[in-house]
């Protein structure tokens, strides 16, 4: 019954392999065609993209920090990591307190002050995060995670603070650069390309806000 039974199951293959090679008879050059078409696509959206950054720098930064902002969003909605929809909800709220004070006019004294407060906290958040996410799993390779009571969760830990600092750090310098565009067209520094700048400092000590000399800290 078993030699049966292995005999069947040789010609059960036999005859899925003889249909494989009849179904695809013919199609070599289909193959070669949809391979040809995967290998332009990557090319040309590279070059695309290359295209873009280069002569819209602007826009592509804008369309890039959206889908960063958006796409783990909603990957998180999706697969119902709650973990991340709190960080993200947290960083978000902070972050628009932010823009929203960047970009107002007049422009405050205090805001920027504030802007890079925040930013500068934030990076040093996300830089220590990461570094330790990275320390977990040098320590997973060398195999030091046997003096550690949950040695399994090393590597987990490990990748997940990589994640999340190398993410929210780089959420942190996209808006950084975001606000700091805003704050220098509102006090009239810097333009579009197509446009001179409205203003110049008179002196390198003077403050670029209120044009008021700077003093030395008591």
């Known amino acids: ?31 070669a065609v949809i391979t040809l078409c995967i290998v332009t696509l990557f090319v040309g959206s590279q070059v695309g993209l290359w295209y873009w950054k280069r002569y819209h720098a602007r826009s592509y930064k804008r369309v890039t920090l959206l889908g960063i902002w958006l796409l783990p969003f909603a990957f998180s909605v999706l697969f119902r990591f709650y973990r991340m929809l709190v960080l993200w909800a947290a960083f978000t709220v902070c972050t628009a307190r932010v823009v929203y ?8 004294t205090r805001t920027p002050r504030r802007v890079y407060r925040f930013f500068l906290a934030v990076y040093r ?11 977990l799993l040098v320590v997973e390779f060398i195999g030091i995670q046997a003096l550690f009571p949950l040695v399994e969760y090393i590597t987990y830990y490990g990748v997940l603070l990589i994640f999340y600092g190398l993410y929210f750090g780089v959420l942190d310098r996209d808006f ?43």
């Open 176 to 218: 950084a650069e975001l606000c700091t565009d805003h704050m220098a067209n509102t006090m009239g520094y810097a333009k579009d390309k197509h446009t001179l700048p409205s203003r110049a400092l008179g002196a390198t000590n003077s403050c670029a806000i209120c044009t008021q000399p700077l003093r030395a800290a008591r």
């Open 101 to 108: 004070l960047s970009t107002r006019r007049p422009l405050d």
């Open 1 to 31: 019954a078993r030699e049966a039974a292995v005999a069947t199951d040789d010609l059960a293959d036999a005859n899925r392999r003889v249909l494989r090679q009849v179904y695809h008879k013919g199609h070599e050059h289909l193959h």
């Open 125 to 135: 958040v996300s830089h220590t995060v990461a570094l330790t996410g990275y320390t």
